[in-house]
């Protein structure tokens, strides 16, 4: 079993962009939905972008027109590009796996990644 990995979190100014990926798993037949979430300081943590297997994708309104979520051809992977970030969009972002297609290995012990933080300085 796996855990989902994030990666790409970071400072940048108001109005910059940052790239985050998720690993889900390395192993050739896994498969997953994933999702993106964040958790600001003393804030609930909400689901900011979505994406299925089969390409449908989500985004909560205040990130729309500004993040793309999309995954690499094995579907292995998600990325979620922020760009004309704003200080509101700091908090720490998690990865989830929504739903696992594959064989049992493919199964993650844990959905949630660790989290990367994503600062916006204005």
């Known amino acids: 079993q796996v855990q989902p990995a994030e990666s790409g979190g970071g400072s940048v100014q108001a109005g910059g962009s940052l790239r985050l990926a998720c690993v889900g798993s390395?192993?050739?037949?896994?498969?997953?939905?994933m999702s993106w979430y964040r958790q600001a300081p003393g804030k609930e943590r909400e689901i900011v972008s979505g994406?299925?297997?089969?390409?449908?994708?989500s985004y909560a309104d205040s990130v729309k027109g500004r993040f793309t979520i999309s995954q690499d051809s094995a579907k292995r992977t998600a990325f979620l590009q922020m760009n004309s970030l704003k200080p509101e969009d700091t908090a720490m972002y998690s990865c989830?796996?929504?739903?696992?297609?594959?064989?049992?290995?493919?199964?993650?012990?844990?959905?949630w990644g660790q989290g990367t933080q994503v600062t916006v300085s204005s």
């Open positions: 989830k796996v929504e739903r696992v297609y594959g064989v049992s290995l493919c199964a993650v012990s844990d959905p």
């Open positions: 390395s192993f050739g037949v896994c498969r997953y939905d």
């Open positions: 994406i299925e297997i089969g390409g449908r994708t």
